[in-house]
T-cell receptor, first 118, second 115 residues
């Protein structure tokens, strides 16, 4: 596709349930990122995949959060035992590669998944 | 500590006015990358510009211009002759060399352009 796609666009769940969010990056982009945006706030980094390197998980807020990526394609972000504070928009971004020629490439964002935990 | 601050939470202007969005940062890194993104009401972030810390040459693109000053740790963004379609949340963001790959975002400035 032309851009980063995410599904579902909206997810309402009950506290304690697990949810899975999906991201399809732009074809050919080797770097993939997940961010979280709470209402009225900036974006917080969650996790970053670059090719076959070990992912940078330093932004994951707790062990209830995990993410996987198969090769250079789809990624899923899983939140186990959801809590109300997990309610946010989860944004995925991709870039050609994190850095080339000494420059970090711009990241292109998907439309996000709005997660509401009741 | 690495920090990005957008002190202006909300700005409201009347169409055709010029408006400057402020962004200041803190870092001890000598190499870093600076970005501005726009988030219209639809919610999707739109990339506007990328600079690196070695290039302080300011840039103009149509009605947009950016002023990067290392001496004041600022990377401000100006819209000339604002239009209603410019209404959005604007984020400045950085990648610091010691924090490879991750964008560190400011809190965003909500710009409302009234007709």
């Amino acid at each position: 596709g032309a851009g980063v796609s995410q599904s579902p666009s909206n997810k309402v769940t009950e506290k304690g349930k697990d949810v899975e969010l999906r991201c399809d990056p732009i074809s050919g982009h080797t770097a993939l990122y997940w961010y979280r945006q709470r209402l009225g706030q900036g974006l917080e980094f969650l996790i970053y995949f670059q090719g076959n390197s070990a992912p940078d998980k330093s932004g994951l807020p707790s062990d209830r959060f995990s993410a996987e990526r198969t090769g250079e394609s789809v990624s899923t972000l899983t939140i186990q035992r959801t809590q109300q504070e997990d309610s946010a928009v989860y944004l995925c971004a991709s870039s050609k590669e994190a850095a080339s020629g000494g420059n970090y490439n711009e990241q292109f964002f998907g439309p996000g998944t709005r997660l509401t935990v009741l | 500590a690495q920090k990005v601050t957008q002190a202006q939470t909300e700005i409201s202007v009347v169409e055709k006015e010029d408006v400057t969005l402020d962004c200041v940062y803190e870092t001890r890194d000598t190499t870093y990358y600076l970005f501005w993104y726009k988030q219209p009401p639809s919610g999707e972030l739109v990339f506007l510009i990328r600079r690196n810390s070695f290039d302080e040459q300011n840039e103009i693109s149509g009605r947009y211009s950016w002023n990067f000053q290392k001496s004041t740790s600022s990377f401000n963004f100006t819209i000339t002759a604002s239009q209603v379609v410019d209404s959005a949340v604007y984020f400045c963001a950085f990648i610091f060399s010691s924090n490879t790959g991750k964008l560190i975002f400011g809190q965003g400035t909500t710009l409302q352009v009234k007709p």
